[in-house]
């Protein structure tokens, strides 16, 4: 029985000890003692989504980024400063995005938050401004309505609206019709599938076209028939479809199989049909109109930075996604307001005050043609003013237009 | 099982959850560390410290009515949604107070619960499951297509306030959330022994046996439900305020289904088992999202995407891991771990 006790004695002794150490190093964890590692280096977060509902258009716009950092970073940085991409899968739920942000705030120099979708960007952008570090969100106007420290990507999606609004008209008159056009609206039943109406619907009403009540679906559905008949019904003669890849593909899918695509002239938006679901479905898409800000089809893949879609392993050129563009395009301005705010302030000075200043520097910044020069000003949050309209013809993504300046359809509504 | 050489000699020794002086020592060093946590640790940890208390609470919830009650309930994300838009609006729209909006909208989310629970008496298991889904996709579709939520731009609650003093912070609103989760927690563990708790199991382990002994199902299964809302409207309302925009992307059947996956991993029917299937889950999540990135950075041909896309997988194979081998979930294995620490070196 006493060699028992002993025993008992020692292991419990040893277990304490454990018990100990572990809290010990647990408490200096959590109160951050460990030191991390100070390098002339920036970071950029991305709030992304890689495996939820925008996906589709996020995977390859964050390879775009991360290529062109990594390409940036090899050629010595911006000014011998490198930029750490740091990708997080928000799964485009708001708890993550937040729980990422608050994470990675502390990150050596974090000057710029992406949040990739409508919900994460509204949560993230009141702890963001707090911290004073830029973000970027894709496409709302709310942030031109009210300036602030949130960036768009390039035109709003209600500029992109009010410019298919006057695409939609000419071609009216084009085909020698009388009177004035009705334009149907399909999307996603969510913010993100409304916000083109927040001040679309008051520039439609402005230039005489009458929108038919709009549809609006779940994000996850998979048939669109109910939507689209009622659209049809309305006697629309113009159909505006919401949604990223591959959702208008699928709803333009459901209208062919309607027969709709022979008399109803189809628009998507930005995140329409890539040439990777025009493949897909030829036939049914063919003739549909893309508003778009970035470089679309041949015109992104004959580009001279589509290269780094092949140098970083990414696959064969005819299989890169479009969207890749963007996140070139994104990281190339983040250069040149990174240069701009490291002439300003240095490196020891750079913080996100000085970032935010460096943004609004970037008027007419031109970034390789990939989009229109940047808009970007103390009086402006738009990534660029100008859009341009491709068509899908024989299988295949090919401009219809240059760049148009969009209207502003912002300053209609009350946000 | 008591600890060895502790022997209950009063009533109120056999019915104490805290029975030896060593568990109050425990219990009140965890409370003055939780406490005095905000005046060391960092930001990161107490915003991960609130995210957890208010996922237990909600987790809690379904504890009561799936893993007590047996009625399996995918709705507690719409309910928490539920509990979300009142408090945000009784305080945005018609200016109450968080602390009088906090128990309102338990009570409102819990009412409306009580809908989720009427199929309960007519059907169970899958098709249960399938109505309480069917409540979700109501519930999500009736919020953005009503004016006073927001419609699909949400609201934006303000912070809670006492006089002057605004709790707009991760370090300020810890203490109100932390605080709600233990009374959550006190509440739960001693209603789940009292002959509410006792009427539960007796109708998860067999409805009909139980009815014949003189248990009103219809009654406890309604009442599982509404407190299992209460618990998730409660949860909404801190995590509104928390957040400070409720929008209607923030509960969806996702939220439901890794609060199901929380319960299985912690283990059902043990309120301990709440504690450790949140944490542990968490944990991993926030761990995968901390690593994927230093993952795609030594081993570069993995992508920064597949990388930081692990969390799903790993939440999927984890699930299966413990339906497997332990589908008794963690809570079993603090059970076997602590007789086999306190009957050391006795095997039984």
Redesign the interface.
């Known amino acids: 029985m006493k060699d028992?006790s002993d025993?008992?004695k020692e292991?419990v002794m040893k277990m304490r000890k454990i018990f100990l150490g572990v809290i010990i190093v647990t408490f200096l964890f959590?109160?951050?003692v460990i030191p991390g590692h100070a390098q002339k280096e920036v970071t950029y977060l991305s709030l992304?989504d890689?495996?939820a509902a925008i996906a589709g258009l996020n995977?390859p716009a964050?390879?775009g980024c991360?290529d062109y950092i990594k390409d940036m970073n090899a050629r010595g940085g911006v000014d011998g400063v490198k930029v750490k991409?740091?990708?997080?899968?928000t799964?485009?739920?708001?708890?993550?995005g937040?729980?990422?942000y608050?994470?990675y705030?502390?990150e050596p120099k974090l000057l710029v938050a992406n949040a990739i979708?409508t919900?994460i960007g509204?949560?993230v952008a009141?702890l963001a401004t707090k911290d004073k570090i830029v973000t970027l969100v894709p496409g709302d106007g709310e942030f031109q309505a009210n300036l602030g420290r949130i960036f768009v990507w390039g035109p709003t999606y209600q500029d992109s609206f009010a410019a298919t609004i006057d695409w939609l008209v000419a071609d009216w008159k084009k085909k020698g019709k009388t009177g004035m056009p009705k334009l149907g609206y399909i999307s996603w039943?969510?913010?993100y599938?409304?916000e083109y109406l927040r001040g679309g619907k008051e520039y439609a009403e402005k230039m005489g076209v009458s929108l038919a009540p709009p549809e609006f679906f779940p994000a996850g559905s998979l048939d669109h028939t109910v939507y689209l008949t009622r659209l049809a019904k309305a006697e629309v003669n113009y159909i505006f479809v919401g949604g990223v890849d591959p959702t208008p593909t699928n709803v333009i899918r459901d209208a062919h199989k309607l027969g709709l695509t022979k008399t109803i002239q189809f628009f998507c938006d930005y995140w329409g049909p890539t040439s990777l679901g025009v493949r897909l479905h030829p036939e049914a898409l063919e003739g549909v109109v893309i508003v778009s800000y970035y470089l679309r089809g041949d015109d992104a893949r004959n580009h001279p930075l589509a290269n780094l879609w092949m140098k970083y392993g990414r696959g064969k050129l005819e299989d890169m996604n479009e969207v890749y563009t963007i996140g070139m395009s994104w990281a190339i301005t983040f250069e040149a307001a990174l240069k701009n705010a490291l002439k300003q302030v240095g490196y020891k000075k750079l913080d996100g005050e000085a970032i935010f200043q460096a943004y609004q520097t970037l008027t007419g910044t031109e970034r390789a043609g990939l989009q229109g020069p940047c808009a970007y000003s103390p009086t402006s949050r738009r990534g660029s003013l100008e859009v341009r309209f491709y068509q899908v013809k024989a299988g295949k993504v090919v401009s219809i237009s240059d760049w148009i300046k969009a209207p502003d359809a912002v300053s209609l509504h009350k946000f | 099982m008591r600890p060895c050489g502790t022997f209950d000699e009063r009533y109120s020794q056999d019915m104490a959850i805290f029975r030896i002086k060593r568990h109050w020592a425990v219990l009140i060093g965890a409370l003055i560390f939780l406490y005095t946590f905000p005046l060391?640790?960092?930001?990161?940890?107490i915003?991960?410290l609130n995210?957890l208390s208010i996922t237990i609470i909600i987790v809690l919830g379904l504890q009561l009515v799936s893993g007590y009650c047996g009625q399996i309930s995918f709705g507690q994300a719409a309910f928490m949604a539920i509990g979300a838009y009142t408090s945000a609006i009784l305080t945005a729209k018609f200016g109450f107070s968080f602390f009088l909006a906090l128990p309102i909208s338990g009570i409102v989310a819990g009412l409306i619960g009580l809908a989720g629970g009427a199929p309960s008496l007519r059907i169970k298991g899958f098709y249960l499951a399938m109505a309480t889904i069917a409540i979700h996709f109501v519930i999500m579709w009736l919020i953005?297509h009503l004016d006073i939520t927001g419609?699909?731009?949400?609201l934006h609650p303000p912070p809670p306030q006492i006089g002057s003093f605004v709790f707009d912070s991760?370090e300020t609103i810890y203490y109100i959330i932390i605080t709600v989760m233990f009374l959550m927690t006190f509440g739960a563990r001693n209603m789940v022994r009292t002959r509410v708790g006792r009427a539960f199991v007796a109708i998860r382990d067999n409805d009909l046996a139980a009815e014949v002994m003189g248990i009103e199902l219809y009654r406890y299964k309604l009442l599982a439900f509404f407190i299992s809302c209460f618990y998730a409207g409660i949860a909404g309302s801190l995590w509104a305020h928390w957040?400070?925009?409720v929008?209607?992307?923030?509960f969806?059947l996702?939220?439901a289904l890794n609060y199901i996956g929380m319960l299985i991993v912690g283990g059902g029917g043990s309120i301990p088992g709440v504690f450790f299937g949140v944490i542990f889950l968490r944990l991993l999540?926030?761990g995968v999202?901390?690593a994927?990135?230093l993952l795609?950075s030594v081993f570069p041909w993995i992508g920064?995407?597949p990388a930081?896309?692990m969390?799903?997988s790993v939440f999927g194979v984890v699930l299966i891991l413990f339906l497997i081998f332990e589908p008794r979930g963690l809570a079993h294995r603090w059970e076997i771990f602590k007789a086999s620490y306190r009957l050391?070196?006795f095997s039984h």
């Not at chain 2, 929008?247 to 923030?250: A, L, Y």
């Open positions: 028992y025993k008992r292991v959590v109160i951050g992304a890689y495996t995977v964050d390879m991360e991409f740091i990708g997080v899968d799964r485009y739920d708001v708890a993550r937040v729980s990422a608050k994470r705030r502390t979708g919900p509204k949560a009141p039943d969510n913010a599938g409304k | 060391y640790g960092s930001y990161y940890f915003s991960l995210s953005p419609a699909t731009q949400g991760d957040i400070q925009m929008h209607p992307e923030q969806t996702l939220h999540e926030e999202m901390f994927a990135p795609a920064i995407h930081a896309s969390s799903v050391y070196p």
